[in-house]
């Protein structure tokens, strides 16, 4: 991770976001710590070195954001998602983690991970990952989301039918959305009125049965919804 940005503006205790950190590296855990302590926004209240002591710590303490290492002894990161996530599913999950394994990826957002980041990432772009996160965008490395949407170019992930009758627009909409686009942006990537993209996109979550980013993405990446295509205006 890069070096920490000069401080920003002084927040108030209510309006800081409450963070954990699971780490089985004392030193990745010093770092990450060292880095949180830079921005006003941001508050870490706790720290585990394993699964079993990040599930005890986020059902006693309630954070707000659990930045989360997949490769653990005992309990690893993967099933201590899913047990946060059986319990509470409000809290926001961020897998951390030096794999660049789509399977994995698949597998942290399947247990209930809200975006898969790499530790290779910098103090200023891990700040406005947990900030994105926190007000429910979907987050994932974009060197990550760029594989997952090759793969599917390719036809590999994209399955031979449409259960949900997506149309192709919607497709590429929900393409840009496992990218973290926001509607904006996907208006901007897409040559469409911002008020299109939202219509595209409620018809894509009544579709799918879901109600956030993040149930769509996760649903789009278990499933193999992603378009053949590369979406473009």
Do not use: W
Not at 64 to 76: A, E, H, I, K, R
Not at 83 to 92: G, N, Q, Y
């Amino acid at each position: 991770m890069g070096e920490a940005p000069p401080r920003g503006l002084v927040m108030s205790e209510q309006s800081r976001i409450r963070i954990l950190i699971a780490d089985d590296h004392a030193v990745v855990r010093s770092g990450l710590a060292a880095l949180l302590m830079f921005f006003e926004d941001l508050d870490l209240v706790g720290a585990a070195s394993d699964g079993e002591e990040i599930v005890r710590l986020c059902f006693e303490i309630r954070p707000d954001v659990v930045l989360m290492d997949l490769v653990m002894p005992g309990m690893d990161g993967i099933q201590a998602i899913s047990a946060i996530r059986e319990k509470d599913p409000h809290v926001c999950i961020l897998a951390l983690t030096n794999f660049e394994d789509e399977a994995l990826v698949r597998r942290a957002m399947g247990a209930g991970a809200n975006g898969y980041l790499l530790k290779s990432i910098s103090a200023m772009q891990l700040a406005d990952a947990i900030r994105s996160a926190y007000a429910g965008e979907v987050i994932i490395a974009p060197e990550i989301a760029r594989a997952l949407i090759s793969r599917s170019l390719g036809g590999e992930a994209t399955t031979p039918e449409n259960p949900y009758d997506l149309t192709d627009r919607e497709r590429e909409v929900l393409a840009l959305l496992v990218e973290g686009l926001s509607n904006n942006d996907i208006a901007t990537q897409l040559v469409i009125s911002p008020a299109t993209v939202k219509t595209h996109i409620s018809n894509v979550f009544s579709k799918l049965g879901v109600t956030s980013r993040v149930e769509a993405v996760r649903l789009a990446l278990e499933r193999g919804l992603l378009p053949r295509h590369r979406p473009s205006g």
